[in-house]
């Protein structure tokens, strides 16, 4: 699903997470944002994330992920 459709999906209110449950492991809240491919497992947290939220961003607003 490109990013276009995706946005117009969540405007209409759909459902856009099921292709999403497997790969990255964001927050369904933040998985709009994910890019779908180039998952990659995080070597602190060993959780995958895709290319968007793969970057260690503690507390960012914008990409990347929580890491302990
Ligand atoms: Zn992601
Ligand atoms: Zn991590």
Known sequence: MDPATMAAAIQAGQVVFKERQEGCCTSPWFRASCTGS???????CHFYYCKYHYPVNNGGLQGG????
């Open 38 to 44: 180039g998952v990659a497992e995080c070597k602190k």
């Open 65 to 68: 992920h929580n890491c302990n």
